[in-house]
């Protein structure tokens, strides 16, 4: 499943792939594949991309059941 949560708030903190895999210790492609929905990042990349975007958890990573 797509990632467009975290697209989204990537896109609002102005950062590209590159500068938001710089941030967390990762590849570019690495953002790109989670972001298509290609990868399932472990719990630490996770927590470290949600520090990078200011946001929580649950706001990028959860997925509601009723979708």
Known sequence: ???LRMKSARALKDYSQQELADKVGVSRQTINAIEKGDYNPTINLCISI????????????WEDDDK
């Open 50 to 61: 949600c520090k990078a975007l200011d946001k929580t958890l649950d706001e990028l990573f």
């Open 1 to 3: 499943m797509k990632n």
